[in-house]
């Protein structure tokens, strides 16, 4: 029990970090963009 | 010297904040509230006395009284109030709070002393930031606005800036650092704001968590960067809610658990302060009240909870009530004065308070909790809050909840999220509760800890450092942009032109006009107007009561209302409002409209200046024919 809450966890965790971070993604893009023109 | 000069309005807001402190002990003292030499009872006399402060600024200001002289005056007279015992006891507070510092900087072991470090590097950066001049796009459409307009004059309705309305208890403390001499003490008692919820965070942390852990806590919320950016530059004073909210979970918390009324008391007062910063504001003292109701079963409580509440926020509902006949104004007037509603401003004002992805469908809701951090832009940002409280939200489920502080923590926490969901979807305005959502959900993953479960501790520690890392370094960034100035590297003006929205419009519209500014008024519709010095009125129909495109929709009523309002010039950039734009160019085709100076001007622009999208637009000064 304890290793399946375990292993629910961190996939948890792994999924919200990743999609957390990856709409960043446009934000850079954006950022660098801005800083091409100039 | 700039850089010495940059400084000097966090001098002025250290200084009013030892004297506020000092009288905040001085009241305490005579109901033993603060009898007890600790780190909670300085943040109660902050609290309660920067409320008192507002309270007597909104008196100054009711006659139009409020300047330099009489700001510096109150701050004397407090100064002298505090008395012998108030400064004693205050300066025993912070002897405690150094003390305690430099103990654990001695004492504490290399983890400690490099949380501490950290904490000392991010308060240095959010200092230096808040001192740089105003730029914050909503402060300079009315948060920093409607005080400076307010300043001098004896206190009034502002149709035309229908947002002045929602001006209440925490623009006060923008009005008092405006009078002590500039509005970057205005800015610096927003940082105060937010470092007093540091701290704050800090005492119900400790109640939860260890040392560590609650220097963590407080570390991720001053790190965040929707808290930076709250803190520093937004030039909004939303944050002394998330303090209010705060300090009356600890007041709460400690007047149950010592069976002390007095301290239930003083929750509501600090309750009511935090709905006094802002119309959404009521459900905390709602929350508490619920709490006491339902989970405590005392009406009694509730009773000596809810009415300093109601008094310690009523003030702005007050002044509305009295103005508008009504005390949410515009939001209930439709009940209130239908005949007097101008419904194309109160639903722009509903439609701009929502979400873009506003929606009450129940698949849409079950979504939200998710989106509102994973794709946080069309829900106000909510990204900017970072994804701890989500990741680490199933971890609540560990949570000692025999606790009366998580318990009441959780309870303000639902309710601001709940009433968040139902009336606005707007990620940003949960800034209140933010601070509890993460004392719980670290709280949680404190015990995750303590269960020893390596796997899950390993992927909670990598998601803390991953966030503090991203964090610092977003922060760092943002920061670059405004520390030029700061240092003296960059003059105000050449600042100001690079990233304050529109501030080139407004020093065009002054150059143009200021030497025949005595004539009558400017009409702008440009929504950052906080650099015009000349006398205007905002015409923009969305948000300006005054201009009902009802009542403005042939050119001879709208020439009527511009000489009801005294306008003497139009400024359009580069057009009239859409629903007003055939009556203006009617006006201009019958040469009651005369085009006397116009310039291309560069701007940032787009939804977050962050993206750095620059537009240019032609700024058009028309002169109305007598």
Redesign the interface.
Known sequence: M?RF???T??I???L??W???L??KS?LL??LA??KHR | MNFLVSLSPLLAVAAVFVVVQAIGFRILLPFDLASENTFEAGLFAAGLSFSLIEFAVFGLSIPGWLGPRSAWGLIVLVAIGAGKIGWKKSRCWFELLGNGIREQIFQGGLFRRSLLALLSAIVALEALVSTAPLTGSDAMNYHFTAPLLELHAPLHPIYWLTHSFLTEQGHLLISLGMALGSDRISLGFILVGGLLTGATLFALARQMMPLDWSLLTVLLFLATPMIFWQITTSGSPDIWMGFYAALSVLALSRGIQNAQTKYVVLAGFFAGAAAGVKYTGWVIPLALCAYLLLVRRSWKLAFSCGLPSFLAGVLPQLRNFLWTGDPFFPFLMPHMNRGATNFYVLNNLVVDTRAPEYSLRLVHLLIFPFAMVLDGNPYGFGQYFGPLVLAFAPFLLLIKWSSETARIAAVVWAFVFLSNVVSSQMVRYLLPAYALALVLTLSGVHHLFDRNWKAASVSCAATLFLFLGFAFLSDGLYAKSFLPVVFGGESREAFLERMAPQYRFASFINSTIEAQSARGNAMVFLRHLYYLRVPYVYGDPRYSWVMDPAKCDDPEKLLRTLRDLKVRWVVKDPDYPPLLKNSFDRLETEKKLIHIASADLESLTGPSRIYGVRETTRITILEVVE
């Open positions: 304890g809450l375990q292993l966890a961190v948890w965790l792994l919200v970090n999609l957390y971070y709409q960043f934000l954006a950022r801005s800083l």
